[in-house]
């Protein structure tokens, strides 16, 4: 690349950058790019607080009142909508200050953090399904974990994107159980290759190539991992007896223990007593 | 079933099975009817007063102490009675006790405690 062709690429993106002048907004630095537009930090000069404002790549602004409707702790709120003076429309929102969930996990993540954050990703799809909402593109690139261990489900629903090939189910149509789907390529994504067999027999069955074979709605999906973590049977897999006598024996390990030291005593004592 | 029930209930019957294992020993044959009987009340005692710190205190940890603590001076009081027979009578009160303080803990509900 010489010297003009530098010159050229500045040029470019110094004049895709969004002019705000109209706005009371004032652009700190880039943040992020998709398919849909960018994702700019910037600053609320009449609040004096850092947002981040999505431009995106058309006029339609769907996707922000999309996003407003669902009013939930784990789905970034909006602020404001508008239009730039090219004609594109932008949304300011919360700027989360933290990790995308690939990244979070890149640390030393246990089961059950790992777990909390999906239980957090499917109660913001469970409450945007409720109210008609699909995400279509669900994928760690799309989960942010705040500093605080707050989740935020961000990019909702835009009509235009068919979601992201690993993510993606193979329906031709993209409904609530296509979320399902997505929902158990996250979970099987998060787990660590020692995994239990209940949990890839929940990552199996949300992610089964027929719709119709995969849980009913998120919440069954949740009530599994629920049921896993509280040491239940879970309802995608049929467990063999001796692995149902084994999550017996580590649910009531304490009463197994202690009914142990009790026989123990009563043969302690016998014994003693015919020495 | 609240806490103070599901511990007496727990009581009676671990109480009664802790009584009935005296049949193996023939020189109590004749009085094994006392024996279960006063096992029984002991265990119902002990699981009574469990239930009742389960409904202020939900602790496994702290229920399993006190259960146990509840067990051996129960079982002191009744070899007391009998001058006699301490090991046999406190030791395995002790460990009953314990699994009357585990057991209301993690059974029964706490709903009256939680209406005030």
Known sequence: ????????????????????????????????????????????????????????????????????????????????????????????????????????????????????????????????????????DLKPQNVMVGAFGEVYVMDWGVEAVAGTPAFRAPDTRLDRRSDIYALGALLQFILPPSAPPALRAIVAKAMHAEPAARYADVRALLADIERFQEGLAVEAWAEPPWHRLRRFASRNAVLLWLLAAYAGVKFLLFFLRNL | MNKILAGALFGLILGAIDGATAWFYPETHSAIGGILVGSSIKGMLVGLLSGWYARRVQSTKSGIFLGAALGLLFAFLVALMQHAHYLEIMLPGFVTGAIIGFLTQRTGSVKRLAER
């Open chain 1, 1 to 136: 690349m010489d010297v003009s062709d530098s010159v050229l690429d500045h040029l470019r993106h110094v004049a895709a950058l969004p002019d705000l002048a109209d706005t009371r907004f004032e652009l700190e630095s880039e943040i992020g790019r998709g398919g849909m537009g960018v994702v700019y930090a910037a600053r609320d000069r009449q609040l004096d607080r850092r947002v981040a404002l999505k431009v995106l790549d058309s006029a339609l602004a769907g996707e922000a009142q999309l996003i407003a409707r669902l009013e939930h702790p784990a789905v970034v709120p909006v602020y404001e909508t508008g239009t730039l003076p090219d004609g594109r429309a932008f949304y300011a929102m919360k700027l989360v200050a933290g990790a995308r969930l690939d990244r979070h996990l890149a640390g030393t993540a246990s089961l059950g953090e790992r777990l909390r954050v999906i239980r957090r990703v499917g109660e913001a799809l469970a409450f945007a399904h409720a109210r008609g909402v699909i995400h279509r």
